[in-house]
């Protein structure tokens, strides 16, 4: 039995993702989980927590309210409520793009924003909530350079998002307002 080599696979077990023997990658492709998102935003990050309860089993520190600058897809609020820690240091994603894994030193998922930093969220509906806590190891919650739109990461997954229209997703358009 051969399994994949490196620190992806350590993560791959400690988030709880099975592989199989035969199986050369142990998570969806970057590819597959940016066609997979129901919902594409660019966001501004708060200054403060909101001072809700997060919920159990979270590596969160709290509650953040997240402005809605841009939408790539999906239909959203102008703002996006999940769990996460604000910090006052960026956090960019290091490797290059399309990203094969998540940004930061969390273990299965990044919970750390910047204040007032831009991010890329990739979301899906979980229960009743938008999240970006969907798929482990994945870049679903990405930091973005200031003037967002020379960023490698957020052009490519704009390009990503126009480019095939068998995804039945809905052209990029102006956030909320």
């Known amino acids: 039995m051969m399994w994949p080599a490196g620190a992806a696979f350590y993560a791959a077990v400690l988030c709880g993702i099975w592989l199989a023997a035969d199986d050369p990658k142990p998570y969806p492709d970057t590819r597959e989980t940016v066609d997979r998102a129901q919902a594409i935003a660019v966001v501004r990050a708060p200054e403060e927590y909101t001072g809700e309860a997060v ?98 990461w957020y052009r490519w997954v704009r390009d990503r998002t126009r480019s095939d229209p068998a995804l039945g997703r809905l052209e990029p358009h102006a956030g909320p307002g």
């Not at 939408?71 to 102008?78: F, P, T, V």
């Not at 831009?118 to 969907?134: A, C, D, E, N, Q």
């Not at 190891?137 to 739109?149: H, V």
């Open 55 to 152: 919920p159990p089993n979270s590596s969160a520190a709290g509650w953040l309210h997240f402005e809605v600058t841009e939408l790539l897809r999906g239909d959203l609020e102008a703002t996006v409520s999940i769990p996460g820690t604000l910090v006052d240091y960026d956090d960019f994603n290091e490797a290059g793009v399309p990203y094969p894994e998540s940004r930061g030193s969390d273990a299965c998922y990044a919970y750390r924003y910047r204040r007032g930093g831009t991010y890329l969220l990739l979301l899906r509906r979980v229960g009743t909530s938008w999240s970006p806590y969907w798929q482990a190891i994945r870049p679903t919650n990405e930091q973005l350079l200031s003037g967002y739109e020379g960023d490698p």
